[in-house]
T-cell receptor, first 113, second 116 residues
Framework: AQSVAQPEDQVNVAEGNPLTVKCTYS??????LFWYVQYPNRGLQFLLK??????LVKGSYGFEAEFNKSQTSFHLKKPSALVSDSALYFC???????????FGTGTRLQVFP | ETGVTQTPRHLVMGMTNKKSLKCEQH?????MYWYKQSAKKPLELMFV???????ENNSVPSRFSPECPNSSHLFLHLHTLQPEDSALYLC???????????????FGPGTRLTVL
């Protein structure tokens, strides 16, 4: 079965420090992986995706994610966190041979001034 | 978020009411989705429409009835709901590739539904 795991319910980081939000996956076939962010009372906003090619994917708002096939991980990273990055982050994987996405349970990122 | 719009943004209804949620996408996509987001649970895919044809119904109770009159509009008709149906209902759209697409799903802001 295909699945996504976000092992941390919450990540706390000081402003200016690097941040990492973890995601691991289990898929059949090639993994198509996505990160979305959700601000309070808003829908999900697309951040970045991995389809193929370079393992380091750059996305919106200075975020990037590293695809690691051997560890089946797709961790979201940012070199220097901002207070405005505080939000709920979702990792998702596309179900093989469909257009359906399976989402993780989300990780709340809290950036402190 | 202006690519996918949803109305209303908030809805309070009784268990005997009938209401509808509306979604409109302005991105030229041909696939649309309904998701349910409840507290402390993963997003649940409810329905998928591709080229106005329903291609997925994820064991959703019949009190939820989707309608897709054209590729830009998607409705979710609600009747005799239960309090546990209270949630954020999200609409999304993408360019359907019949399973071969690498395209991204873009989400609307959601409708916050409260069932009393």
């Amino acid at each position: 079965a295909q699945s996504v795991a976000q092992p941390e319910d919450q990540v706390n980081v000081a402003e200016g420090n690097p941040l990492t939000v973890k995601c691991t996956y289990s898929v059949s076939g090639n993994p198509y992986l996505f990160w979305y962010v959700q601000y309070p009372n808003r829908g999900l906003q697309f951040l970045l995706k991995y389809i193929t090619g370079d393992n380091l994917v750059k996305g919106s708002y200075g975020f990037e994610a590293e695809f690691n096939k051997s560890q089946t991980s797709f961790h979201l990273k940012k070199p220097s966190a901002l207070v405005s990055d505080s939000a709920l982050y979702f990792c998702a994987v596309r179900v093989y041979n469909t257009d359906k996405l399976i989402f993780g349970t989300g990780t709340r990122l809290q950036v402190f001034p | 978020e202006t690519g996918v719009t949803q109305t209303p943004r908030h809805l309070v209804m009784g268990m005997t009411n009938k209401k509808s949620l509306k979604c409109e996408q302005h991105l030229g996509h041909n696939a649309m989705y309904w998701y349910k987001q409840s507290a402390k649970k993963p997003l649940e895919l409810m329905f998928v429409y591709s080229l106005e044809e329903r291609v997925e119904n994820n064991s959703v109770p019949s009190r939820f009835s989707p309608e897709c009159p054209n590729s830009s509009h998607l409705f979710l008709h609600l009747h005799t709901l239960q309090p546990e149906d209270s949630a954020l209902y999200l609409c999304a759209s993408s360019q359907d590739g019949r399973g071969r697409s690498t395209d991204t799903q873009y989400f609307g802001p959601g409708t916050r539904l409260t069932v009393l």
